[in-house]
């Protein structure tokens, strides 16, 4: 079950890769970029259950902190710069 729980989750990196790729504003690719990112942390947290390896865990909570930042540093520059 948390097999097909993991090629769902990748089937939908690849939708919402297209949908960062033909977004009309940068604010979409924005909110795709940080869907992708927290559909990737699921991945690692379902591969943590699935080899019940727990330093999974804190890759995961690193990469959320990183995408997390990362994606408030785009925004900012975005709202001070205008339109890229």
Known sequence: M??????????LIAITAIRIIIGPTVWDRLLGFNIVLSKILMLIVLF?????????????????????????????????????
């Open 2 to 11: 948390i097999e097909v729980a993991s090629y769902l989750i990748t089937v």
């Open 48 to 84: 943590s259950m699935i080899f019940d390896k727990t330093y999974l865990l804190d890759i995961a909570i690193t990469y959320a902190l990183i995408g997390f930042v990362s994606t408030l540093f785009i925004a900012r520059f975005l709202k001070d710069r205008g339109r890229i």
